[in-house]
């Protein structure tokens, strides 16, 4: 998962930045609004972490510009202006969730992941596939039962399949939203995680599909793959 | 309610009414029956006097000083003139006649005992109603009646009183019986019961009363008073409807105005009373309302902008030494990295400390309770002092600091003054370009101490310049943090000069700089005790 921080307070952007990396998350990040801006149109971004004060453009301004462009990115406004007002103008602009500071590192980390869950269309936080059971809030992975220990880049590689399961995942896809803009990571190291999940949670777990990438055929007794086609066609930027 | 301006009004209006028309059914009444008791009292009057003169003739006292005959001597037929009655039927006898030059008659009683008891009759009237007299000779006998008035006391000098005008009763001078006046005198009147009777006293000590009841009269009194007062009470009635009405149409729009404030005040300070006639009394209320409303409202969007800026600007270091103590403790670190999260979080706790100093001055400058230590100073030296204060920062932007400063006295708080001077030199060269020039000159113009920093920075555009003074305002938001301003700086220096009765102000040209020009009293200037700053 891939997140854009946009932060006019160095020392809280850097803490944001710093606890959702340690949380698995790849993460960039902007000081001011047009930065913010810039990055957002460009990057692949899983999810927006966004200030309403920003030097140059403010983040309604932003989020607006966003929107008006067509991007479905889920936002999520960080501010310390707590005002009614404030709250429901940024959420009138497009804003999916609204958190004030101070606020907690867990409850941001829950409401990231749970905009990232509902844009996915994908509102369960604990996913089966097979005898698979991904768990996004403990982020911890079991087969049969039995947790299996995977890197972080690996849980993150199952993660984001998981939320795309049954659609196909290109490999660019998988560079946009796993790795951040400073990750220089060899393109041969997909193949290194993929094959590394394959051993630890089965052969048949990550279908390739030659020249176009890979496929989660996971199904699951709740939402079936039809639903999932179907919701994922909201997803044009993916 | 009663206390309403409608139902005060309304009592007022009833109470006034009701007096003006009590008075005026009061005097009509008194003059309506004064009126009436009078024209008795001179038709009485009139009888009475005819009875008292005698026999017909010139009365004695037109005679010539050398004819002093009784009256009944001079002769001459008899007339009925007893105006009251007109031609009684069977005519009043006359008077002894007796022949002029002849020997004396009859005593003079005679005259006045042959007169017929039915003289004052009039035709077709009551019986108690009729007018009567009686007529009492020298020694005070009955000389002659009518047929009612048998039992008429005689007026005697006991018994004889007059009524004044008041109604008192007092007695009677005692003139009568003992020294009869020669001719008709002044006639005395009577109340006696229901009966009105007049007394003349005639000549050779006659005593003539002619009476009358006023039964008559009181019932038409008595109708006239209930006349008057069903009359009050209509116009009583209908000048309370009118009132009713009239005040209403005085209250309802006060009423409208009261309302529409009140919804004002309760829910939304934005809507106005519609004046609609802005030149009455109510319309210019209506204006002043609104004027007061738009001031309301004005102030309102101030505090909550200040509030909600507040609020923010103290949030965020908060927040900042809540998610760096939260992440550091979430797994175990690294001394250097809890190094790192300690001084994050000193620097944003000095921040809030700043921030917390400046939002507490300013509340002391708004409430007038800054706590101004004037004391006599050259503000030359405070000059020196603020700049030694300021200049590694100078350096460290490569900011070339200029003086020109003249020996000027003031009484001012001292460290308040540094207060200024530190702020405006700290912004002269924060928001100078690199290599710029701060100059600080101190003169004196007037009466007053003139303070000025000019910086070559890059000015402040022109539709951030009347925000300038205002509370957390930044015209370079990210500048201002890395001076570690909070954006209250200005507005502090802004709260300092007016409590100290000066001023500040200052010219930008954008690219070129900015001069920020600060007046203060000379010393010996200040008389008054520093205003409250108010806003």
């Known amino acids: 998962m891939r997140i854009l921080v946009v932060e006019d307070e160095p020392d809280l952007l850097s803490v944001v930045a710093q606890s959702l990396r340690e949380a698995g998350y790849a993460v960039d990040t902007a000081a001011d609004g047009e930065d913010g801006l810039f990055k957002a149109q460009g990057g692949q971004y899983d999810a927006l972490v966004l200030d309403l004060m920003l030097p140059q453009l403010d983040g309604w301004a932003v989020l ?32 999916d969730d609204y958190l004030t500071k101070p606020f907690e590192l867990a409850e941001l980390f829950a409401r990231l992941r749970a905009i990232i ?25 079991s087969k049969g039962g039995q947790t299996v220990c995977l890197t972080p880049r690996e849980y993150a590689l199952v993660e984001f399949l998981t939320l795309h399961r049954g659609e196909l995942v290109t490999r660019s896809m998988l560079y946009d939203h796993l790795f951040d803009e400073d990750d220089d990571s060899l393109s041969n190291l997909m193949d290194v995680h993929v094959s590394n999940v394959r051993k630890k949670l089965g052969k048949d777990f990550i279908v390739t599909r030659r020249g176009q990438g890979y496929l989660l055929e996971g199904e699951m007794p709740a939402d079936g793959p039809g639903k999932e086609l179907d919701t994922s066609g909201g997803r044009a930027d993916v | 309610m009663f206390r309403s301006i409608r139902w005060t009004l309304q009592l007022w209006h009833a109470a006034i009414l009701g007096m003006a028309l009590a008075s005026f059914g009061t005097a009509l009444y008194l003059v309506v029956s004064r009126a009436q008791l009078s024209q008795m ?116 000098s006991e018994h004889r009183e ?115 006639e802005a030149d009455t009394e109510l319309g210019s209320l209506a204006q002043t309302l609104n004027d007061t409303f738009e001031r309301l409202e004005t102030a309102f969007a101030r505090q909550v902008r200040f509030t909600a800026d507040a609020s923010h600007e103290l949030r965020t270091p908060l927040s900042i030494i809540h998610s760096h103590a939260e992440l550091a403790l979430t797994r175990d670190r690294t001394a250097p990295e809890y190094k790192q999260a300690m001084e994050t979080c000193l620097r944003a706790a000095k921040r809030t400390k700043s921030l917390v100093d400046a939002l507490l001055v300013l509340a002391r400058a708004d409430a007038g309770k800054l706590d101004l230590k004037c004391e006599r100073f050259d503000l030359r030296e405070a000059a020196d002092e603020a700049l030694a204060m300021v200049t590694p920062r100078a350096q460290e932007r ?19 003054i540094l207060q200024l001077l530190t702020n405006l030199l700290v912004n002269a060269i924060q928001y100078n370009r690199e290599g710029g020039r701060v100059t600080l000159t101190i003169g004196q113009e007037g009466l007053d101490a003139v303070l000025k920093v000019e910086d070559t920075g890059v000015g402040i555009a022109a539709q951030d310049q009347p925000r300038v003074f205002e509370r957390f305002f930044r015209a370079d938001k990210a500048r201002s943090r890395e001076a570690g301003g909070s954006g209250l700086g200005l507005a502090i220096c802004q709260s300092i000069v007016e409590a100290h009765h000066g001023s500040i102000s200052f010219t930008s040209r954008p690219g070129e700089g900015t001069i920020f020009i600060v007046r203060l009293p000379l010393y010996g200037r200040v008389s008054s005790p520093p205003l409250p700053v108010r806003r």
């Open chain 1, 117 to 141: 869950r509902r844009s996915a269309g994908k509102p369960n936080s604990i996913a089966q596939i097979g005898d698979v059971q991904v768990d996004t809030i403990r982020k911890c992975v």
């Open chain 2, 162 to 276: 007059r009524t004044t005008e008041d109604g008192a009763v007092v007695p009677f001078a005692s003139s009568a019986v003992d020294s009869p006046p020669p001719s008709v005198g002044d006639p005395e009147y009577r109340q006696r019961g229901m009966l009105r009777e007049v007394i003349v006293h005639g000549p050779f000590g006659i005593t003539v009363l002619v009476g009358k009841s006023v039964r008559s009269e009181q019932a038409t009194l008595q109708q006239l008073r209930w006349k008057l007062l069903g009359a009050g009470a209509g116009v009583l009635a209908i000048g309370l409807c009118g009132g009713w009405l009239l005040s209403r149409r005085v209250t309802r729009p006060i009423q409208t105005i009261s309302e529409t404030a009140r919804a004002i005040s309760a829910s939304d300070l934005s809507r106005r009373i519609s004046v609609s």
């Open chain 2, 398 to 416: 490569n900011v070339t600091l200029e003086t020109d400063l003249q020996s000027v006295e003031v009484e001012a708080d001292r460290t308040r």
């Open chain 1, 64 to 95: 607006k510009t966003l929107r008006s462009a067509g991007n479905s990115v889920p936002v999520l406004i960080l501010t310390a202006r707590d005002a009614l007002p404030d709250r429901v103008r940024g959420l009138d602009c497009g804003a």
């Open chain 2, 41 to 156: 009292d001179a038709e009485l009057e009139g009888a009475a006097r005819v009875l008292a003169s005698g026999p017909p003739g010139p009365p004695p006292d037109e005679d010539g000083p050398g004819e002093r005959r009784p009256p009944w001597e001079k002769g001459g037929p008899p007339k009925t003139r007893f105006g009251m009655g007109g031609p009684e039927p069977n005519g009043p006898p006359g008077p002894p006649r007796h022949p002029p030059g002849g020997p004396p008659g009859p005593t003079p009683e005679e005259w006045w005992t042959q007169l017929p008891r039915t003289a004052l009759r009039r035709v077709g009237q009551d019986e108690q109603d009729q007018p009567y007299f009686i007529i009492w000779g020298m020694r005070g006998e009955v000389l002659q009646a009518s047929l009612s008035s048998l039992d008429v006391p005689l007026p005697d």
